[in-house]
Antibody, heavy 122, light 107 residues
Framework: QVQLAQSGTEVKKPGSSVKVSCRSS????????FSWVRQAPGQGLEWMGG????????TYAQKFQGRVTITADKSTSTVYMELSSLRSEDTAVYHC???????????????WGKGTTVSVSS | DIQMTQSPSSLSASVGDRVTITCRAS??????LAWYQQKPGELPNLLIY???TLRSGVPSRFSGSGSGTHFSLTISSLQPEDVATYYC?????????FGQGTRLEIK
């Protein structure tokens, strides 16, 4: 059974950075694509970026270009999302999400991590 | 980035009603379109992929259609357990953006 285990709640100051981890288990890590999707309180789903570990090159939504870094560690089946220059509007639940892929195309999400709450406040 | 626009933003309907939610892509995305249901306090749940393929285990009252830039999700007979927010998502070439969501309530 595929599971995505995310790191715990983070409380950060404006201007700082946060790094969230997501460990995949129950499948072959390099068979999947991974996305990071955030949901601010009472708001919708927002795709931030993703990575296909076998290719190693991440892709980011334009909104987050220059501020987000997504990496994958094949040795530990873990993906990471680092967001810098945090502001209060970044307060949200950050989900790791898994799908398949074909060539460089991402597929729909069929497994979601439970989410990591990141709170940004002075 | 391709923008996904859903309508309406919210919807109230009666049990047994036929309900349709639409999703428009700012550029053609072939049939690389998924629909998710998110109930309050829960994770999103995949309902439909490839625009019209029902995920195994999803009730047959849900259906999807469309291709290119115009898509729709239809619930043929609304049930109380369908109260949720519904999101479309384009996939394929990244970025894989979501629509803003449609909140569905029972009258």
């Amino acid at each position: 059974q595929v599971q995505l285990a995310q790191s715990g709640t983070e409380v950060k100051k404006p201007g700082s950075s946060v790094k969230v981890s997501c460990r995949s288990s129950g499948g072959t890590f390099t068979s999947y694509s991974f996305s990071w999707v955030r949901q601010a309180p009472g708001q919708g789903l927002e795709w931030m970026g993703g990575i296909i570990p076998i290719f190693e090159t991440p892709t980011y939504a334009q909104k987050f270009q220059g501020r987000v870094t997504i990496t994958a560690d094949k040795s530990t089946s873990t993906v990471y999302m680092e967001l810098s220059s945090l502001r209060s509007e970044d307060t949200a639940v950050y989900h790791c999400a898994r799908g398949f892929y074909s060539d460089y195309d991402y597929y729909y999400v069929d497994v979601w991590g439970k989410g990591t709450t990141v709170s940004v406040s002075s | 980035d391709i923008q996904m626009t859903q309508s309406p933003s919210s919807l109230s309907a009666s049990v047994g009603d036929r309900v349709t939610i639409t999703c428009r892509a700012s550029q053609g995305i072939r049939n690389y379109l998924a629909w998710y249901q998110q109930k309050p306090g829960e994770l999103p749940n995949l309902l439909i992929y490839a625009a019209s393929t029902l995920r195994s285990g999803v009730p047959s009252r849900f259906s999807g259609s469309g291709s290119g830039t115009h898509f729709s999700l239809t619930i043929s007979s609304l049930q109380p357990e369908d109260v949720a927010t519904y999101y479309c998502q384009k996939y394929g070439s990244a970025p894989c953006s979501f629509g803003q969501g449609t909140r569905l309530e029972i009258k």
